[in-house]
């Protein structure tokens, strides 16, 4: 079992670049905590989300839909019924592999991933622990 999460984790990671749906603002939020994370590590990142036109200094776009095409990889940090809407739009998009946060999973969302071949990570380790996110 860690074995193939750990494969998942690596498979991941070798996206060119990655959404961050969810990804807030406000610093206290784990959606930002998560986008900060990326920073530190110098990944090319994309913040979604439909309210704000920029996250951290970087350009947000509104909706999945909108990723350029070399984001293969999404860290989903919303509410399960949200989530759910999400994998429905990375199925659409072609996303290859999606983790969602703790808090983020849905069975139904998991499901979905999985009966479409994207490689999901769920109900295990957070980004920011695999990433060592120093704040």
């Given at each position: 079992m860690f074995n193939g999460v750990q494969k998942k984790i690596k498979d991941f990671f070798s996206s060119p670049a990655f959404g961050i749906v969810g990804a807030s603002s406000d610093r206290s939020?784990?959606?930002?905590?998560?986008?900060?994370?990326?920073?530190?590590?110098?990944?090319?990142?994309?913040?979604?989300?439909?309210?704000t036109k920029s996250i951290e200094g970087i350009p947000a776009v509104g909706d999945i839909s909108e990723l350029p095409d070399d984001v293969k990889s999404l860290s989903i940090i919303t509410p399960p019924a949200v989530t759910e809407k999400v994998v429905e739009q990375a199925i659409a998009k072609g996303i290859k592999n999606i983790w969602m946060q703790p808090g983020a999973e849905s069975e139904v969302a998991i499901r979905a991933c999985e009966q479409h071949g994207i490689s999901v990570i769920a109900k295990g380790p957070c980004v920011l622990v695999v990433l060592g996110f120093r704040g």
């Open positions: 939020k784990y959606g930002n905590k998560v986008l900060r994370a990326y920073i530190e590590h110098n990944k090319k990142i994309y913040p979604v989300n439909p309210r």
